[in-house]
C-alpha cells in the first residue's frame, strides 16, 4: 500500500507482487546511463515506435509537466465522471535480439579497422573507425526493460492528466484508482512510475516511495487484456508464426529503395556490402534513436543516414507494423475486441452509477501495454487507414501516409475516453458525452471528424463490435486451411 500524509492508495493486489521489487536491484543499475542534456537530430521524426513521446508531441518540451488543455476539450456544462486510459510503456532499453545484431554490427566495423588500417590514416578517422571506437554500452541483462526516461515519461504523464482533469485526479478519488497492466516489467513499471507522478502532485516536496514501499504491489496483471495477440491462436498461427505474414516487409528489405541505402552504407562505413543485411542497418538507425532517448545523446550512429534514408527506414518499420498489428490482416485488429468492450463496460458502469446518483466506484482506469496493444485497437476502431494498402511496391506513393507508426505509438503514447455528464441536456441521450483523446490531443471521430459524441451514438456506430465481435470465435482456428485475408 502507498502510504501519504493521511492518505492511501488502494491498489489491486497481483500474484506477482514479488516481480516489481525483483526488478529494483536490476534496474537500479541504469543509474549511470541515464540521460543529462536534452539531444535532438534532425531523424526523430522517423523513428517509428522507438520514436521519444516529445518528438511526437513537440509542444510538451518547454515544460513537460505542464498540461497542454487542447482547445477542443468540452468544459462549461459537461463535467468529467469518468477517465478510462491506455498508455504504452515509457522508454525501453533495446531488446536482447537488437543488442545482439548491434554487437555483430560493432564486430564487424572493429575488424575492419584492424584488417585495412583505413581507420587511424592520415587524412583523418572515417566514420567506420569513430562508431569502431564508440562505446557499445548495451547489455544482454537489459531486454527492453523500462530506462530512467521511461520512467520520468510516466511521472510527466501523471502530473499533467492530474492537472488537466482535477476532479478525476482528486485525492478523494485516488483511493480508487484502477490499475491493469501487461506482465513485461517495462509495463509493470511504467504503472509503478505513473503512481509516484501522482504522489508528486499530491504531495510536492516529499520524495514518493519505490515499488518496495507498495504494500499492496504493482498494478493488477491481465495479460488476457493488455496482451490479447499472445492469446489469440488464430493471430499466432497465421500472422506471428506464417513465415509469408510478412511477405511485403521481406520484400521491401531486397527492393531498391533499401538496396540503396546498403550500398550507401557500405561506401560510407567502408565495409563489404555484401557483409550487411536490412536488419543491420535497421538496427544501426535505431541505435541512433536508442542513444538520444536513453542517453540524451545524439551519436555518431546518426551520422550513418540522411533525411531520405530515415523515411525509407520508417516506412521498413510501418510495413511491419501495418502487416502485423495494423489493417494488414483482420485478425490483427478483430482480435482486440475484448479490450474494446472492456473499455465501455466501464464506461456502460459509470453512466448506469450516475443515474443512480451513486458514486462513480472507479473514475479513473489506467492500463499499461503496449504498441501491440494500441496500433490493433486504433484499427479495430477505424483509425490511420489509407485508402491503399501499404505495399512494398508503393513507397513513394505512400509518403503521405496516415499510418505513420510514430506519429501514432511513440513511447508513453495513450488513448483516453473521457465520459462527460452534461447539464442542461435536453433529452437522457444527450446527457452522457465521449471525448477521445489520442497523446494528450483530441481525436477526432473516426466516422465523423468531430470532436465529441453522445455516449449512445458512439456505441451505435461501434455496434458490430461490441455485440457481435466474441474473441474465442474470432481466434478460433478454421477447420480448414485457407489463407488469411488480406485487405
Known sequence: MLRGPQRFIKVSVAPVAALAVALLSSLSRCSLLEPEDPAVSALSHYFGTKTRYEDANPGLLPDPEAPRRDPELLEDTCTPVQLVALIRHGTRYPTAKQIRKLRQLHGLLQARGRGDGRAGSAGGRD??????????????????????KGRQDMR???????????????????????????????CVDSG???????????????????????ECGPPRINDKLMRFFDHCEKFLTEVEKNATALYHVEAFKTGPEMQN???????????????????????????????????????????????????VLEYLNDLKQYWKRGYGYTINSRSSCTLFQDIFQHLDKAIEQKQRSQPISSPVILQFGHAETLLPLLSLMGYF???????????????????????????????????????????????????????????????????????????????????????????????????????
Open 127 to 148: 566514420l567506420g573507425a569513430a562508431l569502431a571506437d564508440w562505446p557499445l554500452w548495451y547489455a544482454d541483462w537489459m531486454d527492453g526493460q523500462l530506462v530512467e
Open 156 to 186: 510527466q504523464l501523471a502530473l499533467r492528466l492530474a492537472s488537466l482533469f482535477p476532479a478525476l485526479f482528486s485525492l478523494e478519488n485516488y483511493g480508487r484508482l484502477q490499475l491493469v497492466t501487461s506482465s513485461k516489467h517495462r
Open 192 to 214: 509503478a512510475a505513473f503512481l509516484q507522478g501522482l504522489w508528486q502532485h499530491y504531495h510536492p516536496g516529499l520524495p514518493p516511495p519505490d515499488v518496495a514501499d507498495m
Open 261 to 311: 541505402i546498403l550500398k550507401k552504407v557500405a561506401a560510407t562505413l567502408q565495409v563489404p556490402v555484401s557483409n550487411l543485411n536490412a536488419d543491420l542497418i535497421q538496427v544501426a538507425f535505431f541505435t541512433c534513436s536508442f542513444d538520444l532517448a536513453i542517453k540524451g545523446v545524439k551519436s555518431p550512429w546518426c551520422d550513418v543516414f540522411d533525411i531520405d534514408d530515415a523515411k
Open 385 to 487: 487507414k489509407d485508402k491503399e494498402p501499404l505495399t512494398a511496391y508503393n513507397y513513394k506513393e505512400q509518403l503521405h501516409r496516415k499510418f505513420r507508426s510514430g506519429h501514432i505509438v511513440p513511447y508513453a503514447s495513450n488513448l483516453i475516453f473521457v465520459l462527460y455528464h452534461c447539464k442542461n441536456a435536453k433529452t437522457p441521450k444527450e446527457e452522457f458525452r465521449v471525448q477521445m483523446l489520442l497523446n494528450e490531443k483530441v481525436l477526432p471521430l473516426a466516422y465523423s471528424q468531430e470532436t465529441a459524441s453522445l455516449y449512445e451514438d458512439l456505441k451505435d456506430h461501434y455496434k458490430d463490435i461490441l455485440q457481435s465481435c466474441h474473441a474465442s470465435e474470432e481466434c478460433e482456428l478454421p477447420k480448414v486451411n485457407n489463407t488469411s485475408d488480406e485487405l
